[in-house]
């Protein structure tokens, strides 16, 4: 009895500062269980670092450094609690500790977790939430094509821009790429990757994709012109590849937040600056809902602004059902994408906004960019027809990739305001839930 009313005073609904709150679900697993070793993996996530008016004068080295010392400081009592020796728990199976959104994630015994919770402390503790690919259409292996540019290329005026400026490549950018991993031997994309980090059960070394999702998406950002027909925006452009999809293309949130993380410190040495500042995401959970503070992503999402890290996330492809923006294309700062076609007609799977959360009411998608019927590179040096918003963000990922080689002192919001600015209105007049501000044009967006 005493231990029940103990958990009680820990539910969710009833937030106090200061005290733990917990997911309902984990809330009665561990009220209820009587298998005191049966083993949990949770997320606990601590309060992130208020960002006044004084992180806006640390460079990218100075936000990381602060973000890591908060974290450094705000988890040892965490550890601590853990590994209490005098205790007579168990201690942690497994504990990973991430700076990027001062959270953890904890694999222990129901027992561990209950003597944690009674340390008390102000942090969440949940169940990780679980997030795939957003899985493309396939039409299937593309033959030669008659045509200078892919439809997508030609809509955003790609060709008018080389004309105009024919050193628009995107060189000396580093894009990120968080996906299934590249073929990095396939001839629209030898030579251009920067880095490399497999946050897969294979854990290699070396760049692979046992899936063919990243090869296409890294296709749209950096493809060229071998077959005839250019299919990529930013030919010159680098590569930062995380590969955080298994071949069925699903992982676990600490995966995911592994990737995240190594794309804000490649090298893992804070000294050097060589951290993309735009990341093409291509996948998501659609569950909606929720408070941005307690989604998987959403303080990834908002620590890569800080570090001027531009968050481009396909919205889903859970259209056109209303509300139906994959997170973390729906959290606050992200750039949602969704996908149009060749005559500029939404894409009936495109996911729509609004976003309704318990925070607020926004819209997403941001802006929208071509995504049907994309042709681009696929395995073994084949090239690939799909369908997806996993297609149209590679698109917006590129042109940020041109952007910055235009402008490359730019911080990350105002990045995405280049971009929005290049938002040719479609759709209801104005900014809507379906396009967002509209889809993007090249020459509008930056054009000399
Ligand atoms: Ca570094
Ligand atoms: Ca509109």
Redesign the pocket.
Known sequence: MRKTVLFLLFSWAGLSWGAPRIEPRLHSILLSSTESERILKVMVELPVPRMGPEWRLLNRQGVQLRLMQEARNSQAPILRALTDRSSFVARPKRVKQYWLTNSMMVEASVGTLRVLLSSGGDFVMRFPERFSLIQPYVHGVAGSQPKAFTYGLEKMRLPELLRKDPTADGRGVRVGILDTGIDEDHQELHGKVAAFADFSEREENRPYDDHGHGTHVAGTIAGGAASGTRIGVAPAAKLVIGKIFDEEGSADEDQILAGMQWIA???G??S????PHVVSNSWGNHVPGGDPQNRGGCRAVTAWLKLSILPVFAAGNHGPRVQSVSVPAACPGALGIGATDENDEIARFSSRGPVVWSTGTWIQPVLSAPGVKTLSAGLNGRYVTMSGTSMATPHVAGAAALALQAFPQVGAEELGRILIRGAVDLGPVGQDPTFGYGRLDLIKAFGP
Do not use: I, S, Y
């Open positions: 410190d490649p090298d040495n804070p050097t600056d060589d951290a």
